[in-house]
């Protein structure tokens, strides 16, 4: 069950810490879903064609970065409206996906890997558990971190200290790139293959979860598990409890709901204190 | 600012994973006309008799709408006189109605051929508008429009037959199988024929075998979602299931790869899926799409097909089968039940089982 949960939060966990760099910045980076969709079909595809599980995940986070950086490039150099230029590179994700399922695979669809990938899930689920430290100690406590954190609240002061926040912009959607390619392939790594459309909005949920946790990385982590619980939750109780399924299946989304509405209040008034 | 877009964010949140697909398909302003629609408005003048496949969702990785096409083809190609189109409405269930108006608008297709359960509705409200325009609907069931044949698959057979399967199964010493006699199903969504036809089905067959077996019912949600399918299915073989009949498109991936993980069964409908997995899938009830495809298209070239009418076809007549002769099949299931599943077949088709299709 513990086990369950945990590989159904590594997606949403490494998506929302990538998310929540480019949030803090001040550039929050809609593009999640669509990153994590292309770096899931990477993922299958180049591990199948050189047979190995390495390149794949490296082509998929690759992949991810490479979209991460088109938005980057639109939103700080042309100076598009980066929820824009997010909602395009979604759309873009799952247009490049197409065209290439088409001519890279025959009959495109869902595509079997043929690698042993599947067995490499619990790299995944690790190397999420150790993100919480990880992005916990590089926030806080390191220069790159805070110079991260003040480019969201204020830029002036960057500029006036001669420091670019567009370095920052750009590396913290990057890590978002890379993040969100790393979580495509966990997903694809998970079931052995790619599904159209097998980010099923997680890139959504993950955005959720960077607002439910307050922009802080142990709250944000929190906040997947909670997700990912619920979902098992639900899954579990639809064996046994006489409710119509349609309406177990909301549960998730009801329990994050009303979590988010419940702090937010209790937070409100600890705050008029 | 923010606020506002914290909402769309919630929003997007909730559209996109919770309440997907089960789009009504009446009401949603069209942006696009079918695009290759009417591309080829010049050929009808010629005499040939052309002949639109009107694909709900996308032909690739759907083995029903392979068979469909191929079915069409081969038939068109036996006829110089016919040229086929095939058009993909995607999987916005909103915009097929949008779409199929605009194709039934092109006035260049003496027939359309479509397939799905939800067709024959949205034909028959285009019908209303383009009155002269025939439709053929595989996979769907509607009586008394003129416009309008469909030919339905017997579900309830197929389905029983699969539950024997898994009777079968769950009861037998094979590798992956143990003694609770549980068996599982897992769907994409809920829809009539699932509810009223396809899980009955199962479960008179699963009881066929032995009425201890109990018939564990679930759905994903959505037919894609194959993160999802994997943990519904992993849990479901955590509780002592060992054998899932998956119903759920993409997702059924999932139900896959749960079963190479804890070494369990799945039971496959509609194609064979036999060479989808590395020996769990041990069993697939499946129809002949091509084989319906292909004699409807001749029919109807011939000017013989009974417009207004509505055909149901099972394992009598010829149309579902049990896939048993797939070596993946012959090696992991030993040949007492392999017996007994080809016996219940010829049961059914001799009619000595009955098995009235339900209302749906």
């Given at each position: 069950m513990i086990e369950d949960i945990f590989k159904t939060a590594t997606p949403y966990i490494l998506a929302s810490i990538g998310g929540l760099f480019t949030e803090l910045c001040g550039s929050l980076n809609i593009a999640l879903e669509g990153q994590i969709l292309i770096g899931a079909f990477w993922a299958i595809v180049v591990s199948n064609m050189t047979g190995s599980i390495v390149l794949g995940l490296l082509a998929a986070v690759a992949a991810s970065s490479l979209l991460a950086l088109i938005t980057a490039l639109f939103s700080?150099?042309?100076?598009?409206?980066i929820f824009i230029s997010g909602l395009a590179a979604n759309l873009l994700a799952y247009g490049l996906v197409t065209v290439f399922s088409t001519i890279l695979v025959k009959g495109g669809g869902v595509i079997r890997a043929?690698?042993?990938?599947?067995?490499?899930?619990y790299f995944f689920t690790v190397f999420a558990l150790l993100l919480l430290p990880l992005s916990w100690y590089v926030i806080n406590y390191t220069p790159y971190g805070m110079r991260c954190r003040v480019a969201g609240l204020s830029e002036a002061v960057l500029y006036y200290r001669g420091i670019s926040p567009d370095f920052y912009r750009y590396t913290a959607l990057l890590i978002s790139g890379v993040l969100c390619g790393i979580a495509g392939a966990s997903l694809a790594a998970r079931i052995g293959a790619f599904v159209p459309?097998?980010?099923?909005g997680r890139g959504w949920i993950a955005l959720v979860a960077i607002y439910l946790g307050y922009r802080k990385p142990q709250w944000v982590f929190l906040s997947c598990i909670l997700f990912a619980s619920a979902e098992s939750l639900a899954n579990w109780t639809q064996g046994f409890i006489g409710m119509p399924a349609t309406v177990i299946l909301a549960l998730p989304y009801l329990i994050t709901l009303s979590v988010l509405t419940i702090v937010s209040a209790v937070r409100k008034k600890t705050e008029q204190r | 600012m923010k606020k506002y877009f914290f909402y769309l964010i919630i929003f997007a949140a909730v559209y996109f994973t919770?309440?997907?697909?089960?789009?009504?398909?009446?009401?949603q302003a069209g942006?696009?006309?079918?695009?290759?629609?009417?591309?080829?408005?010049?050929?009808?003048?010629?005499g040939k008799i052309n002949i639109a496949v009107f694909i709900?969702?996308?032909?690739?990785?759907?083995p029903t709408y392979e068979m469909l096409v191929s079915g069409v083809q081969q038939a068109a190609d036996e006829n110089r006189e016919t040229e086929v189109l095939v058009i993909e409405a995607g999987f916005?269930?909103?915009?097929w109605e949008n779409k199929l108006t605009a194709l039934a608008g092109?006035?260049?297709?003496?027939y359309i051929i479509t397939s799905n359960p939800a067709m024959p509705e949205i034909c028959s409200r285009v019908s209303k508008i383009y009155p002269e325009q025939k439709f053929i609907v595989l996979d769907g069931y509607l009586k008394g429009n003129n416009n309008i044949y469909t030919f339905l698959y017997n579900s309830y057979e197929q389905a029983y037959l699969i539950g024997v399967m898994g009777a079968l199964v769950t009861g037998?010493?094979?590798?992956?199988?143990?003694?609770?006699?549980k068996v599982g199903l897992i769907a994409g969504q809920e829809y009539p024929m699932m509810n009223n036809v396809i899980k009955p089905g199962f479960e008179k067959g699963l009881k066929s075998v032995n009425s201890a077996i109990e018939m564990d019912f679930r759905i994903?949600?959505?037919?894609?979602d194959a993160s999802k399918g994997a943990e519904l299915a992993g849990q479901m073989y955590n509780s002592g299931i060992d054998v899932i009949l998956a119903i759920a498109g993409g997702a059924g991936q999932g139900v896959l790869s749960a079963a190479k993980d804890k070494g369990k069964y799945v039971l496959w409908f509609?194609?064979?899926?036999?060479?989808?997995s590395d020996g769990q899938v041990a069993g697939c009830s499946a129809i002949r799409q091509d084989k319906a495809a292909y004699e409807i298209t001749k029919k109807a070239v011939s000017g013989t097909l009974p417009f207004g009418s509505a055909d149901i076809a099972g394992v009598k007549e010829g149309y579902v089968y049990f896939v048993d002769d797939d070596p993946a099949f012959i090696k992991i299931v030993p040949e007492e039940l392999r017996a007994k599943i080809k016996e219940t077949e010829e049961m059914i088709s001799k009619g000595a089982v009955k098995l009235e299709m339900p209302h749906f």
């Open positions: 700080f150099r042309f100076r598009a409206n043929e690698t042993a990938i599947q067995g490499s899930s459309n097998i980010s099923s | 919770g309440c997907s697909a089960k789009t009504d398909s009446s009401g942006e696009e006309p079918a695009g290759k629609g009417s591309a080829s408005s010049s050929e009808a003048v010629s709900p969702g996308v032909t690739a990785g759907s916005n269930q909103g915009e092109t006035k260049n297709y003496k037998s010493d094979m590798k992956g199988a143990d003694r609770n006699l994903v949600g959505n037919w894609y509609d194609n064979n899926g036999y060479s989808l």
